[in-house]
């Protein structure tokens, strides 16, 4: 009888793990959940793979990133990743088909807008820059309205628009 109550037991409590560890395997509980901006430019699929953080109150550049002269993850959690199925140019930069990490600094009015080949990893803590495609420089404007919840978008035509608090910044893919 002990023994039947105690593999009881023992089942009960892998049970109990096991949920926990599935319920915490799922990203779309976090506070900043995932989100895909995807587009076809001439036959070539863009998808980008983010956490999309809120502000909630905070303030950008003190409480949030980016923080001016920083590296930047863009956006939540994992670092974001931009994939493109066809080989395509981004300012005049080849950028082959394949999977990137999608990384910016923000300098005020300006934002460096970094194309990195280590596109699986956490934020920007393993974020080397030797690992760069190519970085390219754009400017930072103002939204059209103020973006509570990070955003990242790409239209048909291939422009790609990151929204975050009062700004916006953009490059286009071809």
Known sequence: MIRIFSLATIALLFTGLTACAQKSDDK?????PPA???????????TINYSAPSVKGRTIGKDLEPKDGLVWRTGANEATVFEVSKDVTIDGNKLPAGK?????IYNGSECTVIFNKTWDQWGAFDYKEAADAFRIKVPVGKAPAFAEKFNISVDN???VTILWGDTSVSFDVK
């Not at 779309?28 to 900043?32: L, N």
């Not at 990137?100 to 910016?104: D, I, K, R, V």
């Open 157 to 159: 035509a291939g422009k």
């Open 100 to 104: 990137y990490g999608l990384f910016t």
């Open 28 to 32: 779309s509980k976090r506070s900043s």
């Open 36 to 46: 895909i901006a995807t587009a076809t430019v001439n036959g070539t699929v863009i």
